[in-house]
């Protein structure tokens, strides 16, 4: 028995427990790899959301340049209007058909560019005398009016021009009502007062 345990520590002895050396290098190159790694994963991190927020901001500013373009084309639109409109009140006349029973009004109605698209909006006619107190109107078609100008443009009389159209309205004639002018009213397809027209009605 003590031969055996003899033995035992005699293997022991002669066969030593070998532990494993590491150098400081690998260590070294190991912590090195460790920080250019995060560092990699931070710069990508990192230009990912740089790129994110610059197409947040490329997003940003070109829908405020749409939203101006589009401000910029309305307003230039409104001004063409204003200072070029769309359409002439040719040859405006009002006269007094032999057997009528009232005056009419005859005028054409022209496209500035006869070449571009049809245009439409509404019409409205307004005789007047304003010599009296309170001033006296007829409208045609009937709507109210504010100091002579119609206040509801999309209750006028529809058209549609390409190129030229003619016009023509009779107003009835009642004789406790006299009349020294008419006046053409065009409104554009959103109700603005894009053109009037004034001519003298003569006496029957």
Known sequence: ???DSWFFVILRSFHPIRTIRVEKRLFLFLGIGG???AGLLGLGIYRHYSL???NTNLKNETRQLRLQVSNLQQTLSQVA???FPPLKIDELQVVWPPKGTGFAARFK???SNPEGPPYSGTLVMVAKNE???PPVYRVIPEMPLEKGIPRQPEKGKPF???GQRFVEALFDNNPEEVFHSLT???FSPEGKLILQKTAEIPKA
Do not use: N, P
């Open 81 to 83: 209007a204003e200072h």
């Open 35 to 37: 920080v250019l790694l």
């Open 184 to 186: 053409v009213f065009v």
């Open 131 to 133: 010599k009296l107190r």
């Open 109 to 111: 109605l022209t496209q």
């Open 52 to 54: 994110f927020l610059e």
């Open 1 to 3: 028995m003590k031969s």
């Open 160 to 162: 549609e021009v390409k």
